[in-house]
């Protein structure tokens, strides 16, 4: 099996601005912002937070990814649970669903500090609706306000404030985040106070992308195999009615074999595999996706968990 090598991390530009913000007229609130998680989506969107005038208190796991922070105007902080003490509204952007937890539930999680009177916790990694309300619960019985907040969008939408907020459960918390939410979001949907829906919606969108992007990378490899040009299809594909932005980066970007992570494959697995469980719970068939689970499953294992979704498309040159 040929040596995948990994992608480059890229340092997180602190001078890099979207040009959104400028005509979003942003006035910063006065609250104190706490942000859990500075992996790429995070330190972007702290990044900006900083930038339209938040006061911003940080945690990451690996302390180091702190520093540029610090420099910038963040308070860092040791733990979650001294962010939690130090801020108003506390984000959390975490990979996944056990991170999530932990940071709740675990050794100087949110929840050690007892009592959430006056905080809000906002969970913006992408999990499971189990999962969500399970920390709303545990906030809330802590008398905290919880929203989910799913981030639907790629790193290079976070970079550009072109993300989708899908928002569910305490309203209040919600309108709260309105100037965070202008900073990192084109738009910004509440779908409404049962939480659990917001969380849904996010990996049913997902399951479109990962289903969408399987098609597309099992198309271009019978292209290749017929060594018709992968450029002379993307061009055509570009006048059908089939065309979508995506689509056409995600094509690109495969015919190029350049696979800078935009949406790592590794998320993307994550998601199929939290949607098929959730169909389980209901018996709902789902072949299709589980299918494409399998995909991306065997490509994480050819070394491609952390390049972006469209290297989906080496599953089907090895
Ligand atoms: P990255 O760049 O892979 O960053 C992941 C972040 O999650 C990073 O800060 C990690 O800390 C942190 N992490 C992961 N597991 C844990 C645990 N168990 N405890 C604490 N912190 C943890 O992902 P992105 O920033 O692109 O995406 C983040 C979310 O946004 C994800 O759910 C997307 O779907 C949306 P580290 O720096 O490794 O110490």
């Known amino acids: 099996r040929p040596v995948v090598t990994r992608p480059e991390t890229q340092a997180i530009d ?3 601005r979207p040009n959104t913000l400028a005509e979003r007229d942003i006035v910063a609130s ?3 912002i706490g942000f859990l998680g500075l992996g790429m989506m995070g330190s972007t969107i702290v990044k900006d937070l900083i930038y339209t005038g938040h006061k911003v208190v940080v945690w990451n796991r690996t302390i180091d990814k ?8 963040a308070d860092v902080k040791d733990t979650p649970m001294d962010v939690v003490e130090a801020a108003d509204v506390i984000f959390c952007c975490v990979s996944d669903p056990k991170g999530a937890k932990d940071l709740v539930f675990g050794n100087c999680g949110v929840l050690q500090l007892k009592d959430l009177r006056n905080k809000a916790y906002v969970e913006m990694s992408t999990i499971d609706p189990d999962t969500s309300m399970d920390i709303g619960e545990g906030i809330k ?5 919880y929203l989910e907040a799913q981030i639907h969008g790629s790193r290079q939408e976070a970079a550009e404030g ?7 459960g305490d309203r209040s918390v919600f309108e709260e985040c309105h ?18 829906n917001a969380c849904k919606v996010n990996l049913i969108l997902q399951t479109i992308l990962g289903v969408s992007l399987v098609g597309l990378a099992e198309a271009l490899a019978l292209a290749d195999r017929f060594s018709i040009s992968l450029n002379d299809i993307i061009d055509i594909f570009d006048l059908t009615s089939m065309k979508s932005p995506l689509l056409l980066a995600k094509g690109k970007e495969m015919a190029k074999g350049d696979f800078n992570p935009q949406q790592p494959l590794s998320h993307m697995q994550r998601d199929l595999r939290l949607v098929l469980n959730m169909a389980e719970n209901l018996d709902q068939s789902m072949p299709v996706t589980s299918i494409t689970n399998e995909v991306f499953k065997h490509t994480k294992r050819l070394g491609y968990s952390e390049h972006d979704s469209s290297a989906v498309f080496s599953y089907f040159c090895a």
């Not at 965070?180 to 106070?193: D, H, P, R, S, V």
């Open 179 to 196: 100037s965070c939410f202008k900073t990192i979001a084109k738009n910004t949907f509440f779908l409404g106070t049962d939480v659990g």
């Open 30 to 32: 006065e609250q104190t």
């Open 162 to 168: 072109m993300l989708i907020i899908l928002a569910g």
């Open 14 to 16: 602190m001078n890099s």
């Open 141 to 145: 019985q802590c008398n905290g306000r």
């Open 66 to 73: 702190c520093q540029p922070f610090a420099e910038a105007g």
